[in-house]
């Protein structure tokens, strides 16, 4: 009989496949999900694996616990006086920004479902994904003031964008936390929903998104993404592009055949 292996940690993150809707669950639920180097690991390698396969139309990024990810695990940062400083230019060289820029160049919806505080970079990770869905008790926290740092994992470029620049001053500088509800008014996220239906209604958004046609909906979220730096005339040009390129997806013509015939469509994300 093998013996049980009684040091094996659990894993970081876990994996679920639901038909073409992948759940990633951020699993430190005692460190408040907070971000160690196995839990970047993992989490990058699940997001690069929903990237790269073909069945993943949709992903819901989510967490275990009260909460949904306090940032950085400061238990890896402390030192004592006069110990050398670690570069933390490397971590977001190596771990954060190749996350966010893995989110947001993925090439299908990400939800994230937030059942707890977001703060620090967890909190823009949440705001990095297409469709943030919060619990009536999360709250998100640019907490890095607090500690003499600034807003990574793109909340310099995010926040204003989402609650414009007098606001995101205020809750970076203050590091005012932003309860769900008033996260939902301001136009920070999409929706607070009450906390014991998050899961549900996450799932019944993801599992919409996975029938929808993805390579439109790829297009969609490039394009919004890029109208914030590209000039009105580079984005008639885009728009031409990916027309262009979806007027000859399978999902388009199954789309209009669909819409003649009355029925509802098939897509398949070709
Ligand atoms: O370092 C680099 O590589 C650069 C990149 C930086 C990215 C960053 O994210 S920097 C920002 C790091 N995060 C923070 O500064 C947030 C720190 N945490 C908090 O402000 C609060 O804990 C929360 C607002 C998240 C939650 O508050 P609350 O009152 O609900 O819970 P709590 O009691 O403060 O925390 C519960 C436990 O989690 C507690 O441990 P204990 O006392 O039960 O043993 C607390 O120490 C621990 N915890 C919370 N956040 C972290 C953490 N432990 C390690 N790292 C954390 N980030």
């Given at each position: 009989m093998a013996l049980e292996d009684r040091t094996a940690q659990p894993s970081p993150v876990l994996v679920e496949h639901r038909g073409s809707l992948t759940l990633l669950t951020l699993n430190r639920p005692d460190k408040l999900n907070s971000f160690n180097e196995a839990q970047h690991r993992a989490l990058k390698a699940a997001v690069d694996a929903a990237a790269a396969?073909?069945?993943?139309r949709a992903i819901i990024l989510t967490a275990a616990g009260r909460g949904f990810c306090a940032g950085q695990d400061l238990s890896d940062r402390v030192r004592p006086e006069g110990g050398t400083a670690p570069d933390l230019g490397e971590t977001l060289e190596k771990f954060y920004n190749p996350l966010i820029r893995a989110i947001r160049a993925m090439p299908k919806p990400v939800i994230a479902a937030v059942n707890g505080v977001a703060a620090g970079a967890g909190a823009n990770l949440a705001l990095a994904c297409d469709l943030v869905l919060a619990g009536r008790s999360a709250r998100f926290v640019q907490a890095f003031s607090k500690i003499g740092l600034i807003p990574d994992s793109g909340g310099t470029w995010m926040l204003p964008r989402l609650v414009g620049e007098a606001r995101a001053k205020a809750l970076t500088m203050l590091a005012i936390p932003v309860p769900a509800e008033e996260a939902e008014r301001i136009g920070m996220i999409y929706r607070a929903v009450n906390d014991d239906t998050l899961m549900s209604e996450a799932i019944a958004l993801g599992e919409a998104l996975a029938k929808a046609p993805t390579r439109g909906l790829a297009e969609t979220k490039q394009l919004l993404q890029q109208a914030f730096t590209h000039s009105f005339d580079q984005q008639l040009d885009g728009e031409r592009d990916a027309q262009r390129r979806l007027g000859r997806s399978a999902d388009y013509a199954e789309g209009v055949r669909a819409f003649m015939e009355k029925r509802e469509a098939a897509f398949r994300g070709q």
């Open positions: 396969s073909d069945t993943c």
